[in-house]
């Protein structure tokens, strides 16, 4: 990033004491963003704006409001000791409106990217249910999470027109390096072109097989399942059920019909609420071009528990904590900036080892100063 940007937005910042930007943290990736707004009647700097944006979100605003709010009450005092006045909620609108929300992923993702060793990446995509109320569009988005981590890598917002699987290359695209990488995806991202561009990369790819793919399900389910011996078993209780995990993987002849597969798994799952006697079972294949050699069972286990894990800790964080099924703000590129915004703060609080997000929100809005120094603000 050029020093320039960094120096630039520092200077944004009152002269009454020194402000500095940890260069490690994403308010400095954010310098480079651009402001979207005519300079005539321009009354609050953009720089302070970001900051009450990444800060507020991080405190667990789920709205403009709320937002608003946070900078007016919750953190006036530590604002106004760096210069940095209390917006309206339509000023926070109406730059939202207008944000390059591209650059904002981009800027996002790539410091994300460099804050972490990507071993693993999900790919998984949510529609922002609440951007369609009021004739507003429809706003879907596409995510690869690192898997250690949960840090948002890169997003790519789903046209109306396309789907998810249009969008894979382009999101994988935006992290330059992901050779040795395992990317991990449901049952639509189980596509050939998708095998293809994965092995190009020299990435591997661990996808559910479901009936999408009615040819490779029907193979894959015929293979002698019974004559395989468990290669990992795991049983755990949560949200009031019992839970067993079965998992058995072989290798594949030339026949299977996909490229570059070298082993298949058969996932079974067994749960019941606790207290009970009756099972209901569930059975799971998945192909994968890691060879028995490099995917053993407990890895293909760990990367399968991991990708549900995303699936559902990403999008169930950001409708339960921050409430985005139920969002109002429709208007403009306002729905996928608030997304993105929920996005760079699970990021934050992920790479920061915090493991209940709900309580670090709280944190984080009691101790104003605690969201400032997460975001990269350093007040002497």
């Known amino acids: 990033?050029?020093?320039?940007?960094?120096?630039?937005?520092?200077?944004?910042?009152?002269?009454?004491?020194?402000?500095?930007?940890?260069?490690?943290?994403?308010?400095?990736?954010?310098?480079?963003?651009?402001?979207?707004?005519?300079?005539?009647?321009?009354?609050?700097?953009?720089?302070?704006?970001?900051?009450?944006?990444?800060?507020?979100?991080?405190?667990?605003?789920?709205?403009?409001?709320?937002?608003?709010?946070?900078?007016?009450?919750?953190?006036?005092?530590?604002?106004?000791?760096?210069?940095?006045?209390?917006?309206?909620?339509?000023?926070l609108a109406r730059v939202l409106q207008r944000l390059d929300a591209d650059a904002l992923d981009r800027l996002a993702g790539s410091w994300a990217q460099g804050m972490t060793a990507v071993t693993?990446?999900?790919?998984?995509?949510?529609?922002?249910?609440?951007?369609?109320?009021?004739?507003?569009?429809?706003?879907h988005l596409l995510a690869g999470v690192d898997h250690a981590t949960g840090a948002v890598l890169v997003q790519e917002n789903v046209s109306e027109k396309h789907n998810e699987i249009t969008y894979f290359k382009p999101l994988l695209e935006g992290i330059k390096d992901i050779g040795g990488v395992i990317v991990t995806a449901d049952a639509l991202h189980t596509q050939r072109e998708h095998a293809d561009y994965l092995h190009s990369r020299s990435a591997h790819y661990v996808l559910t097989v479901k009936a999408n793919q009615p040819k490779l399900h029907d193979q894959l389910r015929a293979l002698p399942w019974?004559?395989?011996?468990?290669?990992?078993?795991?049983?755990?209780?949560?949200?009031?059920?019992?839970?067993?995990?079965?998992?058995?993987?072989?290798?594949?002849?030339?026949?299977?019909?996909?490229?570059?597969?070298?082993?298949?798994?058969?996932?079974?799952?067994?749960?019941?609420p606790i207290g009970t006697r009756k099972w209901s079972t569930e059975t799971v294949y998945i192909v994968t071009s890691l060879a028995p050699a490099q995917g053993k069972p407990e890895l293909i286990a760990s990367l399968i528990r991991g990708h549900w894990g995303i699936e559902n800790g990403l999008h169930w964080r950001r409708d339960v904590t921050w409430r985005e099924d139920g969002s109002q703000v429709r208007r403009g590129n306002a729905p996928r900036v608030m997304a993105s915004l929920r996005n760079i703060a699970i990021s934050i609080l992920r790479l920061e080892g915090e493991p209940n997000l709900a309580k670090a929100t709280r944190g984080a809005r009691n101790y104003p100063h605690r969201a400032l120094k997460l975001a990269g603000l350093i007040i002497s």
């Open 120 to 139: 693993a990446i999900a790919i998984d995509g949510k529609e922002v249910r609440g951007a369609k109320n009021g004739g507003g569009t429809r706003v």
């Open 1 to 91: 990033m050029p020093s320039s940007h960094l120096a630039s937005f520092i200077d944004e910042f009152a002269k009454t004491g020194p402000v500095e930007i940890d260069p490690g943290k994403v308010l400095a990736a954010l310098a480079e963003l651009p402001d979207p707004r005519k300079r005539r009647g321009v009354r609050h700097r953009f720089a302070h704006l970001l900051v009450i944006m990444v800060c507020s979100v991080v405190a667990g605003a789920t709205s403009l409001v709320e937002m608003a709010e946070w900078a007016a009450d919750t953190a006036r005092d530590q604002l106004a000791a760096l210069g940095i006045g209390a917006p309206h909620a339509t000023t």
């Open 226 to 272: 019974k004559q395989v011996r468990a290669g990992n078993t795991s049983k755990e209780t949560a949200n009031g059920r019992e839970i067993q995990r079965i998992i058995k993987c072989v290798g594949l002849a030339a026949g299977i019909k996909f490229p570059h597969a070298a082993q298949a798994a058969q996932i079974t799952r067994k749960s019941r």
